[in-house]
């Protein structure tokens, strides 16, 4: 009798959005935190190394990073223009984006800046405004 074989099963890919928080203020996570408690958010920080994790739904976070990109040419211009002071990434999944939306605004508020798309042109704002 041969053996059958099990088919694998695949689970769903979540799609992650990858974005910023350009803050006009040089702040660091513990400015944030304080700014998402404000708010009535909980979050867990992780101080040393610029780090947080927001929960905003059941399973889903929003991971906060001071970021250490060398920004170059038109980005470094736009920030610049802009008087971006410091810049942290943001990641969530996708079907989490919505439920993030109060996070994102008490983010935008502790930095006096915005959180906006990973993009050409950081676009669209999600939250806060230069």
């Not at 928080?21 to 996570?29: F, H, I, P």
């Not at 980005?75 to 994102?104: M, Q, R, S, W």
């Amino acid at each position: 009798m041969a053996k059958m074989k099990k088919k694998p099963v695949k689970k769903p890919v979540r799609r992650i959005w990858e974005g910023f928080l350009l803050c006009r203020k040089a702040v660091g996570t513990e400015e944030l935190a304080e700014a998402l408690a404000q708010a009535g958010i909980v979050c867990e920080c992780w101080h040393e190394m610029q780090v947080m994790e927001i929960p905003v739904a059941e399973g889903t976070s929003l991971d906060v990073e001071r970021s250490e990109i060398a920004w170059e040419g038109e980005d470094a211009i736009y920030l610049e223009n802009h008087d971006v002071a410091c810049v942290f990434e943001l990641t969530v999944p996708e079907d989490g984006l919505a439920a993030a939306g109060k996070a994102f605004a008490a983010l935008a508020a502790g930095g006096r800046g915005v959180v906006c798309e990973d993009t050409e042109d950081f676009q669209p704002v999600l939250a806060g405004s230069f």
